[in-house]
């Protein structure tokens, strides 16, 4: 080991002098950028918004509730979408890589902070006769200590470690954002699911009814043929009917099950778990609301787009951070402890030792790798961009699709409610006409046949409602708020307007 030096601030200084002349004698060519991609505005969906409210079926008011699923009322729904929310697997992967995330930023920011460690070591060792160590030491068997304390510390002068910690800062915003999107995915399809369960289970209901009233009507076609008043053919028409009938009991009886099936897998406790669920009874909500600020505030409400949002600042960080390696890199380092060649003088004052030292690492020539690393840089934020781009014109046109859809099928489902009310009508005085012999069993059956259209169209309509509003809450972000949501702080140099 070399013996202890007292540092002076000669060499310091002339380290600083070393430092600031390499500052300024130059450094790898830093290239053009040239132009990057911009961030769209928002796009407009202000006619679908005027159309909603011209035909009386919404007003302007707040944005989806974090437990939006709660308007429609129904106890069992909350439940099982809580379970949903605390146990399916793509929910705790989410998680997971939201962990990650903000590791990564914690890794990020301790770069941007002064280090220090301790050090300690004891060396038993034996000098050689004939080495660099004269006498009295030479060829002695000696027992040396030392004790130090290292701090370090970047001074960071580009901005390249803030630069990086704001990148990952953004990560982990995007990360928590796609957790959100997650759970947003997540409810609606559960909610999803148990809207079709509803559906089915009044389809079997209808099926049930239909069986029973086609087995009833058998009953009396049987009679009328016994008594002459009826051809032998209208027994078999009726027979076929109750089978028919009984076919579209046991199809719907399918189709439940395999809802139940579904929200059992999507709740994450397997398929069986479905079985014990009850037959929903959703209600609507009384008035279907649209936020004023619909177009500006989809930003912060859409948590696919604030995720990537803040992969476009990550990204942007990143350019800051390939830039700054165009440039010196400085470092401050320094030590103290005692260093001793005999165990029994490690304390001694005349142990001390001490350095400082500023160190400085400049680009010349690396064969192109820093501006491969540019370029990369460049081309992820282009990507980063027009991928939100592409986002949010996919937002929009699914707030557009489901407004729309849910003033098309209110409108269809006020007429669809009238012809079911007529089809019953036509059917019970179409079965009063056969019983007393007006009419024949193919008048009972075509009219049947119209009754079951009307009540198959009525459910269709209704589900059709219920899953136009979830997807609605969907397309609005499902109660999702971006925190510290803030503009890209990259080499954007514009936007593109959209009215």
């Known amino acids: 080991m070399m013996p202890s030096v007292r540092p002076t601030r ?60 709660r308007a429609f009322r129904d106890p069992q729904l909350d439940r099982i979408v809580a379970e949903g929310l605390a146990g399916n697997p793509t929910l705790k992967v989410a998680a997971a890589r939201l962990r990650l995330a903000e590791s990564q930023a914690a890794l990020a920011r301790a770069a941007t902070l002064p280090s220090l460690d301790a050090q300690g070591e004891i060396d038993r060792q034996r000098l050689s006769d004939n080495g660099l160590i004269p006498p009295p030491f030479a060829g002695a068997a ?18 390249k470690n803030r630069a990086a910690l704001r990148a990952a800062l953004s990560e982990a915003r995007a990360a928590r954002a796609e957790s959100a999107a997650a759970r947003l995915l997540l409810s609606t399809a559960v909610v999803g699911a148990y809207v079709s369960l509803q559906a089915d289970g009044e389809r079997l209901d209808v099926a049930k009814h239909a069986a029973a009233d086609r087995k009833a009507l058998a009953l009396l076609v049987d009679a009328r043929v016994d ?23 046991i199809a719907a009886q399918a189709a439940v099950a395999l809802d139940r099936q579904r929200l059992g897998v999507l709740i994450g406790k397997g398929p069986d778990a479905g079985a014990g669920i009850a037959m929903p009874r959703l209600s609507l909500p009384a008035a279907l609301t649209v936020p004023e600020r619909l177009p500006l ?26 830039r700054a390696g165009f440039y010196p890199d400085i470092n ?37 790798r820093l501006r491969a690393v540019l370029h990369a840089r460049n081309a992820e934020y282009d990507a980063a961009v027009e991928t939100y781009n592409e986002l949010l014109l996919t937002a929009a046109g699914e707030v557009a699709h489901a ?8 409108r269809e ?34 009219a049947e046949q119209e009754l079951l259209a009307a009540h198959e169209a009525v459910v269709a309509v209704r589900e059709a409602e219920l899953h136009a509003r979830v997807e609605l809450v969907q397309a609005l972000g ?22």
Request: hydrophobic share 45%; glycine share 10%.
């Open 403 to 410: 407004l729309t859809r849910l003033q098309a099928v209110a």
């Open 297 to 322: 505030e989809l930003l912060a409400r859409r948590p696919d787009l604030a995720a990537q949002r803040a992969r476009v600042e990550a990204a942007a960080q990143r350019i800051h951070v390939a």
């Open 332 to 368: 401050l380092a320094a030590m103290v402890g005692q260093q001793s060649f005999t165990l029994g003088q490690l304390l001694a004052p005349s142990s001390r030792m001490g350095s400082i030292g500023i160190a400085v690492d400049l680009p010349i020539f690396d064969g192109g």
């Open 413 to 446: 489902g006020r007429a669809q409610r009238a012809a079911e009310a007529k089809a019953k009508q036509a059917y019970g005085l179409a079965r009063v006409r056969y019983t007393h012999g007006l009419s024949s069993y193919l008048d009972v059956l075509q």
């Open 478 to 499: 499902g109660g999702f708020v971006a925190s510290g949501r803030r503009p890209a702080t990259g080499p954007t140099r514009g936007s593109h307007a959209r009215q």
């Open 227 to 249: 008594h002459g008043l009826e051809d032998v053919s209208a027994f078999d028409e009726a027979a076929a009917a109750r089978e028919r009938a009984h076919a579209q009991v």
């Open 142 to 159: 000696l027992t040396t200590g030392q004790l130090a304390l290292n701090a370090s510390y970047d001074l960071d002068w580009w901005g």
């Open 10 to 69: 000669t060499p310091l200084r002339a380290a600083l002098a070393a430092g600031l002349a390499l500052l300024g004698s130059g450094c790898a060519t830093l290239p053009h950028d040239g132009a990057r991609s911009r961030l769209s505005q928002p796009y407009s969906v202000r006619r679908e918004v005027q159309a909603l409210s011209a035909a009386g079926l919404s007003r302007r008011d707040a944005w989806p509730a974090p437990r939006w699923w």
